[in-house]
């Protein structure tokens, strides 16, 4: 090329951009030239780089085409390092692991009686249809209730222990006027309709005989309108910040015009917006006695943090501080759409993974590539959006991501892949449409095999949405949030799942095992983990051809999980087949 000079670029985000020259390092055959560079950054941060280089054609540049891959296009974006620090570490009882989600009201009824059922809730008799037409009941749609509580949790430990999960996540637990529970009501008591305090010591008591621990959804960003904090209807005690301007939690609200007129999040008048930053608001949440440390003292292993985004960093900066006190192991996941790494929100670029705040968060952009892949079958988009979080994120994050395809906001994984596009289309459309024919069901269960297998073997910690397992459908809200169908699950899907599990606990490369890409192209994809023991392959054939890969020959005497084996470094898959191979050192 006859480059005389080559500078490395680099600018810390929102400062200055700093040049430093490359040292010429060789040749590698007669055209391309070495230059190299040792760059140390000396705090924490995102950084963001480019190369420039002096040829005799003039000045090019070497900058980031979008997935990470060079290019000389001065248009181009910049490479991306993220700089944490260096003593940040990352709960280790999730890495390797198994996430199940489990949204309390639909997952198991114990049978406990339900007494004193509050005024305006109404109880279902399991597996109906979720409300969802406005004029049901009231013109709101989410104040049915089918009975799950959390003894019935505990009575389905053996259940959920059987796929391998080692972390439960529940969705909103805390006293709430709606059965999604993200209005809180009373963020220092059970719900009553889910059970007590003391239900809640022996579910996690129990679960952790069982090898399970149990992450809490923290509500931070609003609490409900109807509750003991804010008191809009007056069915508490007189000492909401609707009472009284003197009341202890008149600060915590935003009132444009009091009492009526209040910010509120995404302008829901039933959850009204918390002033996060108020003093006795961080106290009562993070403090010594407060919200984050009784739930933990309680018998929970961290908290997942709701809408994360709306989360200042000040109270993400106390909250870490406060779980970390009380139990290092906790984990703190937040609830973030994008790349979390980059993420800028209200104004400003956030410090989620540098080390102060966050140890994971909720991997949407890995939902998406993985759930394209499937359903669309670009191979190469999936590799780059795959590589792109492997690359941005810390490893002692990458390996804690919770790994989901689908959650309590999303349709159900099955129904996105097999069923029909709901973007756009009400409520009554998607009720028509929920349930899949006959013939989209199996193709959809195929289809889920194939998502389930790419979600638990790369980097992170795989979520199973309670039912996608045993082939729950659902469109959106309240679609996607139906009772658990119990005997009458799809025992193939299930069975798929559960060998899933005992692939995973079975090799260790799925701890913190290297990511490294082999094949991506005509929809098939193909990688390894590489841990310090074993190494194990993976690889999606979802073209309607069989293809053969060259892996390398140091798979030909592997341990196969499937029928197909590498014979001579080559590795056949059928259409829409699957390979996993494992090998020790």
């Known amino acids: 090329m006859g480059c005389s000079c080559a500078k490395l670029a680099v600018c810390k985000d929102g400062e ?76 280790d009882f999730l890495k390797g692991g198994i996430i199940y989600q489990i949204f309390p009201d639909r997952f198991y009824c114990s049978g406990t009686e339900k007494k004193a059922v509050p005024q305006g809730r109404v109880m279902r008799k399991w597996g109906e249809e979720p409300y969802w037409n406005q004029e049901q009941f009231g013109s709101v749609w989410n104040n049915d209730y089918f009975g799950g509580d959390l003894k019935g949790i505990e009575q389905k430990l053996p259940y959920i222990k059987s796929l391998g999960v080692s972390c439960i996540y529940l969705n909103p637990v805390f006293a709430a006027n709606s059965n999604h529970r993200y209005d809180t009501a009373d963020y220092e008591k059970i719900d009553s309709l889910l059970g007590t305090e003391q239900d809640f010591k022996s579910l996690c008591a129990a679960a952790k005989q069982c090898g399970i621990s149990i992450v809490l959804d923290g509500v931070f960003s609003h609490t409900g309108c109807d509750s003991k904090y804010f008191n809009l209807f007056g069915h508490y005690p007189p000492n909401g910040a609707c009472d009284s301007v003197n009341s202890p939690y008149y600060s915590w609200y935003k009132f444009k015009h009091y009492p009526d007129d209040y910010e509120s999040w995404w302008g829901i008048k039933l959850l009204p917006e918390v002033h996060e930053e108020n003093p006795s608001y961080r106290e009562y949440i993070c403090g010594e006695n407060g919200i984050l440390r009784k739930w933990l003292r309680c018998g929970a292993s961290g908290w997942r943090l709701d809408v994360a985004d709306e989360l200042p960093d000040i109270f993400l900066d106390d909250l870490r501080t406060a779980v970390k006190a009380e139990n290092p192991d906790a984990v703190i996941i937040g609830e973030v759409w994008e790349d979390a790494t980059n993420k800028f929100a209200y104004g400003k670029r956030r410090r989620y993974l540098l080390g102060e705040q966050l140890d994971s968060v909720m991997n949407y952009p890995f939902a998406d590539a993985v759930l394209n892949f499937v359903k669309y079958g670009s191979a190469e988009a999936f590799e780059n959006s795959v590589m792109s979080v492997a690359e941005n994120y810390p490893p002692c994050v990458l390996h804690e991501l919770m790994n989901h395809i689908g959650t309590h906001d999303t349709m159900r994984a099955i129904t996105f892949l097999a069923g029909e596009n709901a973007e756009g289309k009400d409520r ?153 191979l494992s090998r020790l050192y």
């Open 428 to 580: 009554a459309w998607q009720e028509k449409n929920n349930i899949l024919p006959a013939e989209k069901f199996e193709k959809g269960i195929e289809m889920l095999k194939m998502a389930s297998f790419l979600q638990f073997t790369l980097p992170g910690v795989p979520s199973i949405y309670y039912g996608d397992e045993v082939g729950m459908q659902g469109m959106k809200d309240p679609f996607n949030r139906a009772c658990y169908p119990w005997g009458k699950e799809n025992k193939s899907l299930y069975s798929w799942y559960k060998r899933l599990g005992e692939i995973r606990r079975g090799c260790s490369a799925f701890v913190q095992g290297e990511l490294v890409p082999v094949y991506a192209a005509a929809g098939t994809v193909a990688y390894e983990r590489r841990g310090s023991e074993n190494a194990v392959l993976a690889a999606v054939n979802n073209s309607e051809s069989a293809v053969e890969i060259f892996v390398g020959t140091e798979w030909d005497n592997s341990y196969s999980f499937f029928d197909n084996a590498s014979v001579g470094g080559k590795l056949v898959l059928e259409p829409k087949g699957m390979a996993f």
């Open 16 to 91: 200055t951009t700093v040049y430093y020259n490359m040292f010429w390092a060789g040749m590698c055959g007669n055209e391309h030239e070495y230059w190299q560079l040792h760059f140390y950054a000396t705090t924490s941060g995102l950084y963001f780089y480019h190369f420039e280089l002096e040829t005799p054609w003039g000045k090019t540049y070497i900058k980031n085409s979008g997935n990470g891959i060079g290019d000389f296009n001065a248009a181009c974006g910049e490479f991306q390092q993220t700089v944490y620090d260096k003593s940040f570490k990352t709960p």
